[in-house]
């Protein structure tokens, strides 16, 4: 994965004592972060964490697994950022940014 990237990412890390051992290992730079940003992505994870629970014995990988979870990543930011209403602001994030 590191091949393809043109440039070297900055990983944002929260307190596991772990990331930086390995991070260092493999080159990487990383900042601390425990609130903003980072707070964004965890829930983006947790979201699609609770999703996938509900099908991961059902989800078609036998035949050309990456590009098939490579869809249903993309497919899940589509629904999570233009379809799926955000709690607080009852309407999908996107609309809010555009």
């Not at 078609?60 to 999570?80: C, D, E, G, Q, S």
Request: aromatic letters at 12%; one cysteine or more; proline letters at 8%.
């Amino acid at each position: 994965m590191l091949e393809t990237c043109t440039n070297k990412p900055v990983i944002l890390v929260d307190k596991g004592p772990w990331y930086p051992e390995a991070l260092k290992a493999l080159g990487l730079e990383w900042k601390h972060k425990t609130l903003g940003e980072r707070n964004r992505i965890e829930r983006w994870f947790r979201t699609m964490k609770a999703r996938t629970r509900r099908f991961s014995n059902n989800f078609p990988v036998r035949k050309k697994p990456i590009l098939k979870i490579k869809l249903f990543i993309r497919l899940f930011t589509l629904w999570y950022n233009f379809i799926r209403p955000h709690q607080t602001l009852k309407r999908p994030p996107a609309i809010l940014v555009t």
